[in-house]
């Protein structure tokens, strides 16, 4: 990202010769994605914070550059109509069909789904215990 967008627009002048103003200005002319340009300014201010540490700038221009919004796609879940429509698909599955059944109408999140062990389900009261996250299952 420094080669590609940096050092050609910013890198021959001097470190302790660059403002916030200049570096504000590269960000604003670039032509990508909110997440790129964050990105980008991630690596920005790393050589200023070195900088300002090994005593080179008394000021760091770039701590002030904000990251732009990054806009998350909303959730696109299934209707029930769809829900249904794929568990008759899987109706002569029953290993995938009870699997996607649950996934569906358990209201569980995804990581928590991911994380579940036989050991979560409890057969004879027939419900299933959430207790810990991907992260965190052995």
């Not at 200049?22 to 900088?51: E, H, M, W, Y």
């Not at 959730?75 to 899987?90: K, Q």
Request: net charge neutral; with cysteine.
């Amino acid at each position: 990202m420094l080669n590609s967008h940096v050092l050609p627009k910013i890198g021959d002048i001097p470190i302790d010769r660059i403002q916030y103003s200049t570096l504000a200005g590269l960000l604003a002319t670039l032509d990508c994605s909110a997440k790129t340009r964050n990105n980008i300014a991630t690596v920005i201010r790393q050589p200023f914070v070195l900088a300002l540490r090994d005593g080179r700038i008394k000021d760091n221009p770039a701590q002030h550059l904000s990251n732009a919004k990054v806009q998350k796609e909303p959730p696109d879940p299934f209707t029930l109509e769809e829900a249904e429509a794929i568990l008759g698909y899987l109706k002569n599955e029953p290993v995938f069909h009870n699997y996607f059944e649950l996934a569906f109408f358990s209201g569980m999140r995804t990581s928590e789904f991911i994380a579940l062990t036989w050991q979560d389900i409890d057969f004879q009261r027939q419900c299933v215990c959430v207790t810990k996250h991907p992260w965190l299952a052995s």
